[in-house]
């Protein structure tokens, strides 16, 4: 049984356990070092775990959008306003940005706004880490009903709301203690693109950052100087026109929207029907894939309070309804770009189709329904399907399937609680019973490694650690496989 030792500071430092696998194969080891709060303000902390607690008692998959980055040995961290650099090895807070902010500002009465900064806002929950900076949003933009930030009036074009300090990137100095080097759009450095609004912590090649943001009713990719903010080169990507369903599309969320770099390309996942590649040479846009019509409407929605219930064993509305607010049912969960080889596989936050994509050209390889699928992972040649209760494989050469249609079942009663990690021939994956399974992901066979007190979340591997990053807590393991490394 673990028994906490001290806590200050959010802090909590915990004793070495070894916990054998619960199921035939081989023991991990698994020490747990220490656990870091994700929320420090008790009134906001304990409307999170009853929510928490409400989904679970619904039956409902609720993953936070919370995930973490590695340089070195300190982690960061995502919380309602701030961004928090982590000691890996002892858990202790080395510094925070903004330092002069405090997450009181978020009134406990504004409830419904902190549960969808939890479970919902990808592009403010999203971290980029590169040499020696850290890149992410310092805030982001509400689409709610009734105060949708794209405004359609008739006989006029989309424009974007945008308050003055929302969706602005900023780059943070990691060796200096979090130190701003520079933000955009920066109202005391005007420049291009200077009302852009971005989607996403962006990625970097070479000396660009590469990201993309809403100016007006555009959509721009944006390469800037990743030393300094300053603007070099854009290129729009599409233009939102006043007839798109994706635009009364009730979500009050943005879509995040991060380039994946691959060879002399950026490919963006816009989440208004549209994959886009960016020549990285030419800054000219390379190619341009429609996986679904403009004119055909956006996927069946339903409310940010009822992410994935399924009690009666296949989605259905929870019964708290929040009909102001809606939120995509029959979508994926993340709006990602997944590399595998020379191919790409993409799961389009406004589509219910996982595609294959050929990079170079942007030829459809192949395409299949997601059913009830959630997310996926790539790793080599095989796609993982992970659903709410189920994880299924297909080939990435031709969308077949990889185990011999088998698949793989949690427990009863248990739903995916966190997004996995790869390691070595495994796939690791906890489940909202405790358990954390590892599952080969060239063969299908899996087993339970060891069981928690309380669910795991979205789960990263980095320098023999698995930290678990949960609605509430950041848990920080001490991990070594016996397990045999992939080929």
Known sequence: MLKFQAMAFGLMLVGSIFLEGLTAGEPVRLTIKWRQRVIFHPAHEEQIQQQARRYAEEGTVAIPQFRNVAVGDVIFKRSLKMIDAIDLQSGKLIWTYPWSDSEAAFEPEREREIRERIWFDAAFASLTAHGDRVFCLNATTLRPQGNNPIVIKRGARAAVQSSVDANRTIALEISTQGKLQWRQPDEDKPQPLDDIRYLGSGAVQKDQFLSAGLAENVLHFAALDVANGKYLWHVPLLTLEEDDPTLTMPTSRWPLVNPVVMGKRAICATGFARLVAVDLETHKVDWTLAYREFKDPPPQ????????????????????????????????????????????????IDSSSLLCIDPATGKEIWRRERGEHLFAAVQDDVCLLIGPRRISAVRVADGTPSWEERSVELPEGALVSGRGAFDGDGYLLPDSLGNLHRIAWRTGESQILFQEEYPLGNLMLHQGHLLSQGSDWLSCYSYKSSAKQAD
């Not at 989605?315 to 994926?332: C, G, S, T």
């Open 301 to 348: 929605t339903q409310a940010p309070d009822e992410p994935w219930n399924m009690r009666r064993g296949s989605p259905q509305r929870a019964p708290f309804p929040q009909p102001q607010v809606e939120w995509p049912l029959r979508n994926w969960l993340d709006n990602a770009l997944l590399p595998a080889g020379d191919l790409v596989i993409a799961t389009p």
